[in-house]
């Protein structure tokens, strides 16, 4: 049920700090890792891994391939369970496949698990409901354990799978002896990632006045960010086309200059991400380029990064694993905006919470 609450969408954002919490208690003891061993033998065995989703889960899936290359060391191709399934590439020798769906019945991917498995190929679903066909199809299965997800646009699903590909990442690293794997603090920094979220969502009211002064009467918005702030950017503006039907969209912040800053006007609302440390220089850069064209430029940026006069200041935390924390500004903007204009937030118009056909 809702609760207090007046939408799912809102609750289950307010519930990702206690997610965090939860996946920590439930996949660590002490300091050895829960993981089914024959999994992570499987998986660390592997000479790629191939991680196949749609929707929010496949921005999850691109945060995932920094996660698994840095701490397992294994090279990672990320694919749109849509397209993969029917234009499939010629795979490495030893391929692993991961599937991450919250609900376990998207047809795309189960198309593309039912093919892995023609091909004996070995497969791991990391879902949120156990029992679901592509966990049930799949050789292993990983729980996101974010509680049910009603609202259609997916929240923390997708922080909740960041998470536990981190914990997957990690087993697989210990086991190989990695040292980026072996160095980090994974139980401290889900604790920091819930702190950080909670002081988050402790700020709506700030939230609400940034959709109002950027987004209202707008029909175009733009996010922007380098590295994992790219991937994060996609989901960001996923979430804002999806319940707002403001056309928005997530780019490289260096790729505006090929093409898209001619669409910066004035007062073009734009987003841009500033928590990956190699790229934050460049996308200030991009910053002043789209600036300069007018554009309404709202900052995000972790603390380490921010500047003077940056709006949105992020709580510290690894860079691998932030989006976990900064997507949440993005979910509760296209939250406000979504109800500024009297749209179903929890039903937007034409999508459905599992797309069960292809
Ligand atoms: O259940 P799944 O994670 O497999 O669903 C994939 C997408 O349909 C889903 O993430 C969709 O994009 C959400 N509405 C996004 O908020």
Excluded: C, W
Aim: glycine fraction near 6%.
């Amino acid at each position: 049920s809702k609760g207090t609450y007046d939408t799912f969408m809102l609750k289950e954002i307010d519930e990702q700090p206690a997610v965090m919490r939860k996946i920590s208690s439930h996949y660590f003891d002490g300091k050895k890792i829960n993981v089914d061993q024959k999994m992570l033998k499987d998986v660390a065995d592997a000479d790629r891994l191939y991680i196949v989703a749609a929707g929010t889960s496949y921005h999850a899936a691109l945060v995932g391939k920094d996660i698994f290359e840095n701490l397992a060391d294994v090279p990672v191709d990320v694919e749109l369970a849509s397209e993969f399934g029917y234009h499939m590439p010629k795979l490495s020798k030893k391929p692993f496949f991961i599937f991450l769906s919250q609900s376990g019945e998207t047809a795309d991917s189960r198309q593309v698990l039912v093919k892995v498995n023609e091909l004996g190929f070995h497969s791991l679903t990391m879902t949120n409901v156990p029992n679901s066909t592509l966990s049930r199809e799949a050789t292993y299965t990983m729980e996101l354990l974010a509680g049910p997800e009603i609202a259609v646009a997916s929240t923390k699903a997708y922080t909740a799978n960041i998470a536990v590909e981190a914990v997957l990442a990690k087993a697989m690293g210990e086991l190989k002896g990695v040292k980026a794997a072996q160095d980090l603090d994974l139980q401290g920094q889900l604790a920091l990632a819930a702190n950080a979220i909670q002081t988050i969502v402790d700020e709506k009211d700030k939230f609400k006045k940034i959709a109002d002064d950027y987004l209202k009467g707008k029909n175009d918005a733009f996010y922007i960010g380098r590295g994992i702030d790219f991937a994060l950017s996609l989901e960001a503006a996923l979430k804002l086309k999806e319940i707002s039907y403001i056309h928005s969209e997530g780019f490289a912040a260096g790729e505006l200059k090929h093409g898209t800053i001619s669409l910066i006007e004035k007062d073009t609302p734009v987003f841009a991400y500033i928590n990956d440390g190699v790229g934050a220089a460049h996308t200030r850069g991009n910053i002043q380029e789209v600036a300069a064209r007018g554009a309404h430029v709202l900052v995000i940026a972790s603390k380490q990064y921010a500047e003077k006069g940056d709006q949105v200041i992020i709580p510290e935390i690894n860079e691998m694993i932030s989006p976990i924390v900064s997507v949440v500004p993005a979910q509760l903007i296209a939250y406000y905006a979504s109800l500024a204009r009297g749209n179903n937030v929890d039903q937007p118009r034409n999508l459905a919470k599992s797309v069960t056909v292809e």
